[in-house]
């Protein structure tokens, strides 16, 4: 008996030793937000305050320590975060997780991002304040590389800490600018529709491109291969780092805001992971303040505001990726023709260091337009040589000075000025500021081609015939400033035309921009409260309209009666997303259907991209309201034509029982919140035993796809929709109380498991709620959480 109380006794000890070790080791990967750390390169030292959510404050004599210290506070909170993205484009994840990573890696290590980068360094102003802030800013990233406390992260997967560089920081500009873009996942998969099932098919598609707009509208005023698509997709979809997809942005002018003074909102839609994907900061020096949001290793806010304006971005959707079929001289593949000569291919010889296995050798070849796709994505189905040209490599860039210039302006003039300077990708930059100026500007360098010439198809790479004839200034960009409806604002929407034509690009379809028209137009007294309330908006104006289109051709005498109280609910239906709503489930799984079975049975393996791109919901109103179409007929049955009621009934059929067998015979209980779901992943959450420690979620979210609050998923044969994307953060700065704006994120300001702010901003954040950004000295300064720099002696 003794024996066993004594076992007993030493396992309680051995448990409790092990939860204060635990406990212990789990400190000391926590941040410091107190204390004082000496630091090398600032010449005074720092004081930082971190609020209630772990936003640092960041008060320093001059800039460079600034950014200094913003580099060292931000490398506490995120380098693992950071050590992922300067990774992608790069090619060097499978370092880290091994060959379920190579295909991702072939793709970014060929697209010249990399190249492109050493480009840029050599030729940078190294006297330029831009260039000077973001080497301190790198200094002070490395000085916690140095000093401080390693990630759990890079333990657990083995992988050492290194160095930043400046070309790390441009890898992620470049691997930013290719998420934005759509072209490679829409361009191959039109191509081949084109090619495969003739110009009828093709016509009718393209044609969507021109229907159903919102436009954005111009007006200045002074200053005040469907393996193809799905090898591309597939390959951004494992990447563990959020992809950038949408956005709202509205700016409400003082003569239609109840005090008289500029509202600024902005939700940028962008992949939900964990850590989110914004760092917020305030710097504050004697001659320079901004409250902004950064991406992981820039050191320059894409959104931000202070007490004089604020600004903020969409994404502006435009074509600014073009495929060549090049033409390979027969007797030497290394060679290429160009009009009447034949051209050497640059040849880049690539190595992929792989965790666990050999390294992975290959070469890629380059055109006069870019790169060869054959090289660097598998299983394309064609032996002709495709060639991608990308505006953000071919260019000259200057994207650092952009971020810097627009942060850095001190009125509108300078504002647009820096924006002017961006030539990929394309955005949307918002504008609102305390002199009551408002404006819009689509920023990216935008190009001509012969007028005749479809670039959403693969273009002749030898020819001659298809090449850029003409580059347009800035001034011919769309933009608005000052107009007279007294607001502007973009929802990934088609801008207005631009020399009597509208610009080509992937441009979504019109429903969150004619809800913001319809929702910001007729009001003359908006409020901060109001504005709160409308960036939660859930209701579809073109949902609606479209299940009308389709409920009209249904024969309600072949349904029972359940059925026919699923047809009355829709009938009814508004648009709403709420979580209560059963008419969302309904919809979302009879469009699924509709979809399927007018286009799948041409477009075979294809249909699967074809549905995942957000070209679908611009075909889908235009496929609703059509009475003939070469779609129609189901191709795959024989002696029978089928009519849009034909294919219309067989999709209400099929989506009715798949929901009683889903959701129960209780058509009632088929709730919205049932169905939808948000998981916030981080990389290591991917194995199992850590799910629940690293990921945060799973909830249940409101809203839906394409409505102001976004939640962005795919539409799918499994009947569930899994959140993929939505709002990174939700932004309001009201200029009459500038002080007071308010902002949320997803998750947390940290990306440190063990830190109180990885996940603190949940629960305001799932509600519709905010935090304030405070701007206000005096009340910075309560803050018991204060960390000093010490400039080293």
């Known amino acids: 008996m003794k024996i066993i109380k004594k076992i007993i006794i030493f396992l309680i000890v051995i448990i409790i030793l092990t939860i204060a070790a635990g406990w212990l080791y789990s400190k000391t990967l926590k941040p410091n937000y107190k204390g004082e750390i000496v630091i090398k390169n600032t010449t005074e030292d ?105 990630p759990i992260e890079f333990n657990l997967v083995g992988v050492e800490k290194e160095q930043y560089t400046l070309k790390d920081m441009y890898n992620v500009f470049g691997y930013m600018a290719f998420s934005f873009a ?85 939700d940028p839609h962008i992949g939900y992971s964990q850590p989110s994907v914004w760092y917020q900061a305030h710097i504050k020096t004697p001659d320079y303040e901004m409250y902004g949001f950064h991406l992981a290793l820039v050191p320059f806010p894409l959104l931000g505001h202070n007490k004089d304006f604020a600004y903020g971005l969409t994404m502006f959707e435009n074509d600014d990726i ?43 070849k380059v055109s006069k337009h870019g790169p060869l796709m054959n090289g660097i994505v598998e299983h394309l189905e064609t032996e002709k040589p495709i060639a991608m040209q990308w505006i953000y490599t071919k260019l000259n860039n200057r994207i650092l000075d952009v971020a810097y210039e627009m942060s850095h302006a001190t009125n509108l003039t300078e504002f647009k000025k820096g924006a002017s300077k961006l030539h990929a990708p394309g955005l949307n930059m918002m504008y609102g500021d305390a002199k009551n100026n408002i404006a819009w500007f689509a920023t990216g360098k935008l190009y001509k081609y012969r007028d005749s010439l479809y670039t959403k198809t693969f273009l002749n790479g030898s020819s001659g015939k298809d090449e850029i004839v003409e580059y347009l200034d800035f001034e011919e960009n769309p933009q608005a400033i000052n107009p007279t409806n007294n607001y502007v604002y973009s929802a990934n929407n088609q801008p207005d035309s631009i020399k009597n034509s509208l610009y080509p690009g992937y441009y979504l379809s019109e429903d969150r921009a004619k809800r913001i028209v319809d929702l910001v137009a007729p009001k003359n007294d908006w409020t901060k409260e109001d504005v709160a309330k409308m960036i939660m908006d859930v209701t579809s104006p073109s949902a609606p309209k479209v299940a009308k289109d389709l409920i009209k051709y249904l024969d309600k005498r072949e349904f029972s009666p359940s059925a026919k109280t699923a047809i009355h609910i829709l009938e009814n239906w508004t648009g709403n997303y709420d979580k209560e709503e059963v008419a969302p489930v309904i919809y979302n799984r009879f469009i699924y259907e509709f979809q399927k079975n007018t286009f799948a049975d041409e477009m075979g393996k294809s249909f699967h991209q074809f549905a995942s791109t957000p070209f679908i919901e611009k075909v889908l109103p235009m496929q609703a309201a059509k009475e003939k179409s070469v779609w129609w007929d189901n191709v795959s049955t024989k002696d029978k034509v089928e009519t849009k009621q034909d294919i219309i009934t067989t999709s209400f059929k099929n989506a009715f029982s798949f929901l009683e067998n889903q959701l129960g015979a209780n058509v009632a209980g088929w709730k919205w919140e049932r169905v939808i779901s948000v998981e916030h992943k981080h990389a290591i959450g991917e194995i199992a035993v850590l799910r629940k420690y690293f990921n945060v979620g799973p909830f249940v979210p409101s809203g839906g796809d394409q409505v102001i609050n976004n939640q962005i998923y795919d539409i799918d044969s499994t009947g569930y929709y899994k959140v993929k994307a939505g709002p990174s953060t939700r932004r309001i700065v009201d200029f009459s109380d500038v002080e007071n704006s308010i902002a949320v994120i997803p998750t947390g300001q940290s990306g440190r498991v063990f830190s109180k702010h990885y996940k603190d901003q949940r629960k305001k954040y799932l509600n519709g709620n905010f935090f304030k950004m405070k701007l206000n000295a005096v009340e910075i300064k309560q803050s018991k959480n204060v960390l000093v720099l010490k400039a080293e002696k």
Do not use: C
């Open 46 to 150: 720092v004081t930082i305050y971190f609020d209630e959510i772990g936003v640092p404050h960041i008060n320093a004599k001059n800039q460079k320590d600034a950014y200094v210290a913003l580099g060292y506070v931000h490398a506490q909170d995120r380098l693992w975060q950071m050590e992922l993205i300067r990774r992608i484009a790069a090619g060097r994840l499978s370092e880290i997780f091994g060959e379920k990573l190579i295909r991702a890696d072939k793709l970014f290590s060929g697209l010249g991002i990399e190249e492109a980068s050493a480009e840029t360094i050599k030729n940078l102003d190294k006297n330029s304040a831009a260039y000077k802030m973001a080497i301190a800013y790198l200094e002070g990233i490395n000085q916690y590389i140095e000093n401080g406390k390693t």
């Open 182 to 266: 759509v072209a490679h996942k829409t361009d191959p998969m039109l191509n081949e529709v084109k090619e495969k099932l003739g110009t009828a098919y093709f016509n009718e598609l393209i044609g969507a491109e021109n229907q159903n707009l919102t436009l954005i509208k111009n007006e200045k005023n002074p200053e005040i291969t469907g393996a193809f698509s799905l090898a591309m997709n597939s390959l951004i979809d494992v990447l563990p780092i959020s992809p950038f997809i949408g956005s709202n942005s509205w700016v409400i002018g003082a003569d239609k805001t109840k005090n008289g003074k500029v509202i600024f909102a902005n």
């Open 322 to 364: 073009d495929f060549y079929v090049e033409e390979n001289n027969p007797k030497n593949t290394n060679q290429y023709k160009f009009k009447e000569d034949y051209f050497d291919y640059k040849l880049i010889q690539k190595r992929l260091k792989i965790k666990d296995a050999k390294d992975s050798l290959y070469t890629i």
